[in-house]
């Protein structure tokens, strides 16, 4: 009688299929809370805030002073806006296309960040004057100046994305992988055949 081989839990489809669609959830629900965060900080912003009257916060490490930014950071691009709408469609097409293999809810965090991040500024560059494409970023927080002397003024939207290119680049280092194999699962499912190999 042969013994029914286990199935592994990344080739079983069922397991799979949930993880999926817990992942896919995740991935919304950050992408969510981040564009709602930024949108309710920038409408604060631009209804609490004065241009030119930034406020001190911190003795002076934190300063919330708004700006309306054409370009990216330090205002780099400013003659080019209609570039950086482009730019996130297309990182917003390959987070889509990413959340079809999708199955780790780290990753999940990782591109809902990254998504709710972008469709932030997007939202601003659409909407916002002076036109379509066109529209300037609102930026309101500036660290060590009021200006951004040693660092771009930047908004909850950019903060999202530096998180989750950062939290990206920490799973890629530990081997995390967006199907959901763990560096863990991935040593015990080739240690037989690495076993085997080396008695050969």
Same mark, same amino acid.
């Given at each position: !009688?042969?013994?029914?081989?286990?199935?592994?839990?990344?080739?079983? @489809?069922? @397991?799979?299929?949930?993880? $999926?669609?817990?992942?896919?959830?995740?991935?919304?629900?950050?992408?969510?809370?981040?564009?709602?965060?930024?949108?309710?900080?920038?409408?604060?912003?631009?209804?609490? &805030?004065? @241009?030119?009257?930034? #406020?001190? &916060?911190?003795?002076?490490?934190?300063?919330?002073?708004?700006?309306?930014?054409?370009?990216?950071?330090?205002? &780099?691009?400013?003659? $080019?806006?209609?570039?950086?709408?482009? %730019?996130?469609?297309?990182?917003?097409?390959?987070?889509?296309? !990413?959340?079809?293999?999708?199955?780790?809810?780290?990753?999940?965090?990782? &591109?809902?960040? #990254?998504?709710?991040? =972008?469709?932030?500024?997007?939202?601003? *560059?659409?909407?916002?004057?002076?036109?379509?494409?066109?529209? $300037? %970023?609102?930026? !309101?927080?500036?660290?060590?100046?009021?200006?951004?002397? $040693?660092?771009?003024?930047?908004?909850?939207?950019?903060?999202?994305?530096?998180?989750?290119?950062?939290?990206?680049?920490?799973?890629?280092?530990?081997?995390?992988? *967006?199907?959901?194999?763990?560096?863990?699962?991935?040593?015990?499912?080739?240690? @037989?055949?690495?076993? =085997?190999?080396?008695?050969?």
């Amino acid at each position: !009688m042969t013994e029914a081989r286990p199935v592994r839990p990344d080739t079983d @489809p069922q @397991p799979s299929a949930r993880r $999926h669609r817990r992942a896919v959830f995740v991935l919304i629900l950050t992408a969510v809370a981040a564009l709602a965060a930024d949108l309710a900080t920038k409408q604060w912003a631009l209804s609490e &805030l004065t @241009p030119g009257e930034p #406020v001190r &916060l911190l003795g002076g490490a934190l300063w919330l002073s708004l700006i309306r930014n054409s370009g990216a950071a330090w205002s &780099l691009g400013a003659d $080019h806006t209609w570039v950086f709408p482009l %730019v996130t469609l297309a990182v917003i097409g390959w987070i889509g296309w !990413m959340a079809g293999r999708l199955r780790s809810v780290p990753w999940a965090v990782s &591109l809902g960040l #990254v998504l709710g991040g =972008a469709l932030g500024n997007f939202v601003d *560059r659409v909407f916002r004057a002076p036109g379509v494409f066109l529209g $300037h %970023v609102v930026d !309101m927080i500036s660290v060590f100046g009021p200006y951004g002397q $040693h660092f771009p003024v930047f908004n909850l939207a950019d903060s999202s994305l530096f998180c989750g290119v950062v939290l990206a680049v920490l799973l890629e280092l530990t081997g995390h992988r *967006r199907d959901g194999v763990t560096p863990r699962a991935g040593l015990a499912g080739d240690g @037989p055949a690495g076993t =085997a190999g080396e008695g050969a």
